[in-house]
């Protein structure tokens, strides 16, 4: 499974990536190494094993490094971040099962709106041309909430350095889906967390992934049924 999450900081796309990693690793067999959430500045390169809300890779004197670097400096870091993490999504070599969120739709939107970023349009596209090159296979995951929930989270565990900001948050949920609308990507589902739990809405992935299942994840599905009944 080659799986793209997107949506609002806040929606909850880092815990149900790792709840999915999980799943895949339970219901399919597969093997997902990482789950690679690298497009939201400035936590841009953690490799977290668990889910934890806020990554470890860089002190918070680092993290005010980074955001007094040049608009620049922080393109460049961000661009080589995805076009590195698109190439291998493209490739697969070695890989089977993949879960990535935000990417080249993360990175374009919040690059636009607070990093100073030139319009990302063409870059974007770039990256699902490239990501096509390797099959037709990947999924792109919509994750979304009401606004009232985004603004709740956010005042109830904040993220220190978290990117979005309140008077934004209609604005970003509506950028979100006009992307993944105009994205090339053909496979698509949405996921709405505004009332669910993790497992709730993990049930509701499930469902919907069913459809785009690759013939891998169907025999890697029948091989765990095999054994569980053995």
């Not at 709840?19 to 990482?34: A, F, M, P, T």
């Not at 996921?191 to 669910?196: G, K, W």
């Not at 499930?206 to 009944?229: C, F, W, Y």
Request: include cysteine; charged fraction near 30%.
């Amino acid at each position: 499974m080659k799986l793209v999450i997107i949506g609002c900081e806040y929606t909850g796309t880092t815990t149900l990536g790792f709840r999915i990693r999980d799943w895949i690793h339970e219901e399919l067999g597969g093997s997902v190494k990482n789950v690679h959430d690298h497009g939201k500045f400035p936590y841009s390169v953690t490799h977290e094993q668990e889910y934890t809300p806020v990554p470890s890779d860089f002190t918070e004197e680092e993290q005010e490094q980074l955001w007094a670097l040049s608009t620049r400096t922080k393109e460049t870091i961000m661009r080589h971040n995805v076009v590195y993490h698109v190439s291998g999504l493209s490739t697969m070599t070695g890989m089977r099962d993949s879960v990535m969120i935000g990417l080249h739709i993360e990175e374009g939107i919040y690059g636009e709106l607070y990093l100073g970023f030139d319009n990302r349009r063409d870059f974007m596209n770039n990256m699902e041309d490239k990501i096509l090159s390797g099959g037709t296979d990947t999924v792109l995951c919509h994750v979304t909430a009401r606004p009232e929930v985004i603004r709740r989270r956010m005042a109830e565990n904040p993220h220190p350095n978290g990117i979005l900001k309140d008077v934004d948050v209609e604005l970003v949920l509506q950028r979100f889906r006009e992307e993944f609308e105009h994205s090339r990507l053909t496979r698509k589902i949405e996921l709405d967390t505004s009332d669910a739990t993790v497992e709730e809405t993990l049930r509701d992935f499930v469902n919907k992934i069913t459809p785009h299942l690759t013939d891998q994840d169907r025999e890697g599905m029948a091989a765990v049924a095999r054994k569980r009944s053995d």
